[in-house]
């Protein structure tokens, strides 16, 4: 307990004053937008049957990057690519910075290439997930012109950092920092997902190898600059979340408070445990039984349980959709989309980089409606839909224990363990709700 008011005296978060101050719209759900799908889009298919592939995790590298590990023999890619390797920030649970492959890494071209083929069998999104920080690609913005004019909207996982640097955004852009997230702005199909692990500075920092001095600082004050703008004023199209990941014993104690920062302010706040990919293959946590069956449980119990005390969900909705490994935030992208990898390997999503969850080796060379048809995700949610069984919440078949995870970062019965928990908490609280009275009587 000691350990958390410490923590709780050093949190900083930025000065965004709530939206919400009279309650939640009807309807409301704290999801950004592009993230997920509605069961009607789950359900659409092309004029010739094909369930359409509504979104892609995609890769995109700066040019000089791929040209400095494309360079030389291809038995050394791997190395080039470790030792070429450059990111201002440094997260130490990244999953997209190592590379194991021979594959020549993907060219912007050869990625428009894969997303043309997947407009035509109806793409709608796509998240960039890395490596490195597209906010410092100096090619962003031609990169984003391409998504606008293709009405493609693109989540962009970032620190966020540039956003607040007016250092960061002169030497990558030549612009301000506010200049920088005006122009950012405008552009209709951004979604930012902003890394927000910890409020607390030391904490945020402690999970990084940076030399950005001040960066805890610098990401709200650019988190300020971009709701200072609007982009947090749509409460049916949010474009922009918080994203509070991996959850470890670090952070777990103030995501609940993070959770409740965001959504009062109409940004969404996404939650999960560890990747078992990348460098999250590394993390404890993976192995703390504790952890996962209780700590990790009562967490998502707890955001719940508030969704419905704010009437933004109900019990009924919760038993309906199922738990979401994201809490609150529905997850359906293992039967919606792929993940394109840097050097043209695709794998079912981010969550795990097995040969089980793998479904091309490189798409330069195979077909991408083959490969969808192919995929897990393709068939589960065909018979999904096929059995009546589709819900827009889906277990993480990618970090969840069973038999494709033999150890994953969420254990086999999390999702019951919630809504047991959620019950139980419940009738607690009803236990102990003296009895009131009307007309003298007690009831």
Not at 55 to 76: C, F, H, M, R, W
Not at 339 to 367: L, M, S, W
Request: aromatic letters at 10%; proline letters at 5%.
């Amino acid at each position: 307990m000691k350990n958390q008011l410490d923590k709780a005296k050093k949190q900083v978060f930025p000065n965004v004053s709530e939206v919400f101050t009279n309650g939640f719209p009807q309807n409301y759900r704290p999801w950004v937008d592009g993230w997920s799908f509605s069961e009607d889009q789950l359900r659409s298919k092309l004029p010739d049957g094909t369930y359409k592939l509504l979104t892609l995790d995609i890769s995109i590298s700066s040019d000089d990057y791929v040209k400095e590990v494309n360079a030389g023999p291809q038995e050394n890619l791997s190395q080039r690519a470790e030792e070429n390797y450059k990111c201002e920030i440094g997260c130490k649970h990244c999953f997209e910075c190592k590379t194991d492959t021979n594959n020549p890494l993907m060219t912007f071209d050869e990625m428009k290439s894969v997303i043309e083929k997947a407009k035509r069998l109806g793409l709608e999104t796509v998240k960039f997930l890395g490596p490195g920080e597209l906010l410092h690609n100096p090619k962003l913005f031609e990169i984003l012109d391409y998504f606008e004019s293709g009405n493609i909207r693109i989540g962009i996982f970032t620190k966020g950092v540039i956003l607040g640097d007016n250092e960061l955004s002169q030497k990558f852009f030549s612009l301000s920092a506010k200049d920088f997230c005006k122009k950012l702005y405008n552009y209709n199909c951004v979604r930012l997902l902003i890394g927000f692990t910890s409020a607390d500075p030391e904490t945020e920092h402690q999970r990084l190898q940076t030399s950005i001095e001040n960066f805890s600082e610098k990401r709200n004050r650019g988190i300020e600059n971009m709701t200072a703008l609007g982009m947090n004023k749509d409460p049916q199209c949010q474009r922009m979340a918080l994203i509070c990941a991996p959850i470890l014993q670090d952070n777990i104690d103030e995501a609940f408070q993070i959770f409740q920062w965001g959504v009062k302010r109409n940004i969404p706040v996404v939650l999960a445990p560890t990747m078992v990919s990348g460098k999250g293959l590394a993390m404890p946590e993976i192995q703390n039984e504790d952890f996962k069956n209780n700590t990790l449980v009562n967490l998502y119990a707890d955001i719940y349980s508030w969704l419905i005390k704010q009437e933004i969900m109900n019990a009924n909705q919760i038993e309906q959709e199922g738990v979401s490994p994201y809490a609150g935030f529905a997850c359906n992208q293992f039967i919606s989309g792929m993940f394109v990898r840097k050097d043209g390997r695709i794998q079912a999503c981010p969550g795990n980089e097995t040969r089980t969850f793998r479904y091309c080796n490189d798409i330069r060379h195979d077909d991408l409606e083959a490969v969808w048809k192919n995929s897990m995700g393709y068939k589960l949610r065909k018979e999904l839909v096929e059995t009546g069984k589709i819900t827009i919440s889906q277990p993480c078949y990618a970090k969840t224990e069973g038999e494709l995870v033999p150890k994953g970062s969420i254990p086999k019965n999390f999702y019951q363990l919630v809504i047991d928990k959620i019950k139980n908490d419940k009738e607690e609280r009803q236990r102990k709700t003296p009895p009131f009275a009307i007309g003298g009587v007690l009831k």
